[in-house]
């Protein structure tokens, strides 16, 4: 039986020309003209293609996110589809394809893909990792794996892919334990299972989760204005394991005394966070004040589940467990 593939294509670089006039670049070319510069797919699929939108990655909104999640969602309700694909654009990639992941749980594959160079350019790297989403979204074998993205011939978690470049076609990697699969030469492979999973259903993103790192003489000013402005969550990226400077610590410690959840993460590519130091700004301190620990998630993911949380209308207990999993 043939596969048939629902393809949405949101924008991005897969779908950038430079502009004549500008002379930057800009998305222009729709699904099918992007579809027509990978005639191979249609030998692996039959396809069904959505233009979503034309943005660029940084334009796509908590609203846009839950958008595309009902219109997967709607498409994967056809008894018919096998799967979808998702050209995105890979700015924001990792987030639209995590709260996918969070709030769709979908029995069928699900496959984000991008590109790192434009159509504008000779290594155009569209058409391929367009193929190469499409083999895995069309096989038996990524049912049950939760979203992926496939990039450069790797097949990745959305949990656990980031961006690790500004331009090198090879950019999308999951530091901590590396692709789940690769496809070759038409055929997808994988070689460990994807991570443990956590379902939000939620029909809305609380997008007031207000995301601040930790450096060397950070204080507590911006935190106690998120605070005063009516912030609803916080994420922080502390250093190493879990640590921040005392005067952070200090505008945490404000948050939470004002109901505000605040999730640490840190600023470290790879790893997660622990409560092992005790001095003052330490994750051990942190944590006996109230801070929901975020694994080894990074700094943007956390806050779209903890948007994907606090939109769900869970409690302090329900986002602990949503982010910890009895990892602590």
């Not at 998305?27 to 979503?52: H, K, N, T, W, Y």
């Not at 334009?59 to 309700?77: E, K, N, V, W, Y």
Request: with cysteine; net charge neutral; charged share 20%.
């Amino acid at each position: 039986m043939t596969a048939r593939l629902v393809l949405f294509f949101t924008g991005g670089t897969i779908s950038m020309v430079v502009d004549p006039v500008t002379g930057g670049v800009i998305p222009a070319l729709s699904g099918e003209q992007i579809v027509a510069s990978a005639p191979g797919i249609r030998s692996i699929a039959q396809v069904e293609i959505r233009d979503f939108a034309r943005l660029p990655g940084p334009h796509m909104t908590p609203d846009d996110c839950l958008r595309l999640s009902r219109d997967i969602g709607s498409a994967l309700a056809d008894s018919g589809v096998t799967g979808v694909v998702v050209a995105h654009g890979t700015d924001t990639l990792e987030e639209t394809a995590f709260i996918v992941d969070l709030v769709l749980d979908p029995a069928k594959p699900v496959v984000f893909c991008g590109a790192m160079r434009n159509a504008s350019e000779l290594s155009w790297d569209g058409p391929g990792n367009l193929m190469a989403a499409a083999v895995v979204a069309a096989s038996q074998s990524s049912t049950g794996r939760g979203v992926l993205v496939v990039m450069n011939e790797g097949v990745h978690a959305a949990a656990e892919v980031t961006k690790t470049h500004t331009e090198c076609v090879d950019a999308f990697r999951s530091p901590d334990f590396g692709p789940l699969g690769i496809v070759e030469k038409g055929r997808v492979l994988y070689y460990r299972d994807a991570p443990p999973r956590v379902h939000i259903p939620t029909a809305r993103l609380d997008a007031r989760v207000d995301l601040f790192k930790a450096a060397i003489g950070v204080d507590d000013r911006l935190i106690r204005y998120s605070v005063d402005c009516g912030t609803h969550g916080i994420v922080v990226e502390g250093t190493g394991c879990g640590n921040v400077t005392p005067p952070m610590a200090e505008g945490i410690r404000y948050a939470i005394s004002r109901n505000i959840p605040v999730v640490l993460v840190s600023r470290c590519p790879r790893g997660r966070v622990l409560d092992t130091y005790g001095y003052d700004g330490g994750g051990r301190r942190l944590r006996e004040m109230g801070v929901i620990f975020g694994d080894n998630l990074n700094g943007q993911k956390a806050r779209m589940k903890l948007m994907a949380a606090l939109g769900a209308g869970f409690d302090r207990r329900q986002i602990r467990e949503a982010f910890e999993q009895g990892r602590y």
